[in-house]
């Protein structure tokens, strides 16, 4: 306890935590500033520890410069690729993907054909006799896909140039979730081949490289949307077709999808919209090989036997570069490559959406351990604490990345620790500095804050009291001497924990604009509507009154956990007319309240534990908010030095409350026939109803049904006049 209230004192706390929540808040909507960086780090990571590549699956082959000197200007006749196809499906390879599109015919005629072909010496060759060979470029190349195990290439573009064409779809596509709540990539139109290529290929694959806000391609949609059709990543399918599986699975939730399996060889977890970052390695020429070279049949064996290819260029004249983490100008085919090969090494760096909430609370657990050696302990200890969480935050961050592949945020947590531990460093300093001169004064003796404000304000407003209509609520502690005892002679670990239940029933009493008069002892004494005006004060003295109780329970806990017993409160309200001011002799004086109807709320308390409940309300204030709350009535009683009865009530919680939580509906009408049962003087039947009503209402009311049935077996026996009214009257305080 002497640390919360420390940190309450010094407010060492607040202002950190108030800085957390401003930063917390900002890293949830995540603007692209700190995205980027954030990214840039990741980047540096893979940068610091690319992938191993010591079995490469995949060889790209490369439409470059040499293959545009041999082969002429670009796009090249159909015939061309069939070639390429061709001497690829001999040598072995075991899926060609194409990173070309081919959406336009040939525009190539047979003659035109002839004529390229004698570039390279074939000067036999005729336009009529290569016309009755090979009337149609585009058929060539289609009757080879046949024969081989391609993918093609569907770009897809929002907004599109052209309608999207998929008839090569051939993996079926099995959802595990509500596919219109999935949030997946989505495109309205699409460029892709012609329909007899896409119809004659084994697959079709999507070659869409999004890239994020700082204009870098870091991850690739495992499927994308386009119109009502789902389209695997050009990669995914080539490897699909290479491992022969048969479908795709797609799971999912509200958050998108989550995981996508290839049964039964792989399964992949995405970061919600089916992405999957891809683990990069180091940009090399190792797997290359030059279309070119492939024409003149000089390319190894061992480079495209029982691999995936991947033809596409790295032309500097046909721009297709982005920009990666490991170089600026990278070509989309060995974006393509390093995908495909992070699938198949499962190294994909993951980073999903409960990473954030996580690293938040990281923070906040760090946080508060080093607060907590701000006020407990010394600089050098506090400040060695400082630097050892600072150095962990990268350190984990880095080491999650090299061995589990998960992206860790580093740079949120450590600009967050580092900004909340400074201000608290400043609050330590300033709160220690404010101390020593508040030390030196009395300010306002123990008065209440409010009170001090509105004698700042307007003295003569206390000076000269006022008289109005307040509720007051007085409060005890039982089970104070069990308590007692379990500390032993350990009286400052027993104060400490009564100042801990005095801020714990003292909270509630300001939450609802309430001003603490007093504490006598154990007890204590608050009003309602003064000094502050509160309209509604009954309401907020019977709600103040139900969270004490709710606090009272959450104390329990905490000190039973310690070992030690728990405790109770009773507390009476009552509403009424009260004389407030400044009272007191001219040494000693205080804000105080007096009145009849302050009277009345002191016995009302003192017959809680007579009745067996914790909380009682008078008549006034119930009249005043019996439609608020829940209430039972109690009894008819004439308090000590009164001759005339009230009615108490106990409250049990707040209408909305029991309206939605409980079923006491029916137990409320038996417990008010049980008090006609009383009035009518059959005190045999009320006596079946308690012990009816017995476990009714979660049993709070148990305490309360074991008295009221000794009090009918004492009634039963008296001598009653014709016209008694019920009311019991009090021969005690």
Not at 76 to 96: C, T
Not at 101 to 120: C, G, K, T, V, W
Not at 340 to 355: H, M, V
Not at 429 to 449: C, L, V
């Amino acid at each position: 306890m002497i640390v919360i209230r420390r940190i309450i004192q010094y407010k060492v706390i607040l202002i950190p935590l108030f800085i957390l929540l401003g930063v917390s808040a900002v890293r949830v909507n995540d603007p692209d500033l700190l995205a980027s960086f954030r990214n840039q780090v990741f980047d540096a990571y893979q940068v610091a520890v690319p992938r191993e590549s010591a079995n490469r699956s995949v060889s790209v082959g490369a439409i470059d410069e040499k293959s545009l000197r041999k082969l002429g200007q670009w796009p090249w006749p159909r015939v061309i690729f069939s070639d390429i196809l061709k001497k690829l499906r001999e040598k072995g390879a075991v899926v060609v993907a194409f990173d070309v599109l081919f959406a336009e015919q040939d525009r190539f005629s047979p003659a035109n054909i002839a004529s390229y072909y004698r570039r390279f010496g074939e000067d036999k060759i005729e336009a009529s006799s290569l016309g009755r060979q090979f009337p149609d470029g585009d058929l060539i190349l289609a009757n080879e896909l046949k024969l081989s195990r391609a993918v093609m290439a569907v770009a897809p573009l929002n907004p599109g140039i052209s309608k999207y064409n998929l008839t090569g779809m051939r993996a079926p596509v099995l959802i595990k979730g509500d596919e219109g709540k999935m949030q997946l990539p989505l495109y309205r139109e699409a460029v892709s081949s012609l329909p007899a290529f896409n119809k004659a290929a084994a697959g079709i694959g999507s070659i869409s490289l999004e890239r994020e806000g700082d204009g870098v391609v870091r991850r690739l949609p495992l499927f994308s949307k386009v119109g009502n059709t789902l389209v695997p990543a050009l990669g995914l399918e080539a490897l699909r077709l290479a491992v022969r599986g048969r479908g795709y699975f797609l799971i999912g939730d509200q958050s998108g999808i989550t995981g996508v399996t290839m049964p039964p060889h792989f399964a992949f977890e995405t970061e919600g919209n089916s992405a999957l970052r891809v683990r990069w390695e180091k940009f090399n020429t190792e797997t290359y090989f030059s279309i070119a070279d492939l024409i003149d049949d000089t390319v190894p064996d061992h480079i495209i036997k029982n691999k995936i290819v991947i033809i596409g260029a790295n032309a500097t004249g046909l721009y297709d570069f982005k920009k990666t983490p490991i170089k600026d100008n990278t070509p989309g085919v060995e974006i393509h490559r390093q995908f495909i090969e992070t699938l198949i090494s499962g190294t994909a760096p993951l980073r999903q959406d409960y990473f954030t909430p996580l690293e938040i609370f990281f923070v906040i657990i760090i946080l508060i351990i080093n607060l907590f050696l701000v006020i407990k302990t010394k600089p050098f200890v506090w400040l060695s604490g400082f630097l050892m969480f600072f150095g962990l935050i990268p350190v984990l961050s880095f080491y999650s990345f090299k061995h589990y592949n998960l992206l860790i945020d580093p740079s949120f947590p450590l600009a967050t620790f580092v900004v909340s531990m400074t201000a608290a460093f400043l609050l330590k300093f300033r709160d220690e500095f404010k101390e020593k001169i508040a030390i030196k004064q009395q300010f306002a003796g123990y008065a209440s804050p409010t009170v001090v404000r509105l004698l700042q304000e307007n003295p003569g407003l206390i000076k000269e009291g006022v008289k109005k209509e307040i509720s007051i609520c007085f409060s005890d502690l039982r089970g104070f001497t069990p308590l007692g005892e379990s500390f032993g002679d350990d009286v400052k670990g027993l104060t400490e924990l009564m100042n801990g239940y005095m801020d714990a029933i003292t909270q509630p009493i300001l939450d609802q604009y309430g001003m603490v008069i007093k504490y006598i002892g154990d007890a204590s004494m608050h009003i309602h509507n003064a000094p502050m005006d509160d309209p509604d004060h009954p309401k907020s003295a019977v709600k103040a009154g139900l969270l004490m109780l709710d606090a009272v329970e959450k104390f329990n806990k905490k000190i039973t956990s310690e070992g030690h017993p728990p405790v109770a409160i009773g507390a009476g309200i009552n509403t009424g007319l009260g004389y407030l001011g400044e009272m007191g002799s001219s040494a000693r004086h205080s804000y105080d309240v007096l009145g009849d109807a302050v009277s009345t709320a002191a016995r009302i308390e003192s017959k809680c534990k007579e009745y067996g409940c914790l909380l009682l309300v008078g008549e006034a204030t119930y009249d005043k908010t019996e439609d608020e709350f829940f209430y039972l009535k109690v009894d008819d009683l004439a308090v000590k030095g009164k001759s005339v009865g009230i009615r108490i009530y106990t409250v049990l919680s707040d209408m909305d409350f029991m309206m939605k939580n409980t079923d006491w509906g029916w137990a409320e009408k038996q417990h008010k026939r049980m008090h006609e049962l009383y009035m009518e003087q059959k005190f045999d039947l009320a006596i079946k109803s308690c012990n009816e009503l017995y476990n009714e209402f979660d049993g709070k009311m148990q305490g309360y049904y074991d008295m009221w049935i000794e009090r009918c077996e004492f009634m039963k026996n008296q001598p009653l006049p014709e016209d008694w009214n019920g009311v019991f009257i009090a021969t005690t305080k």
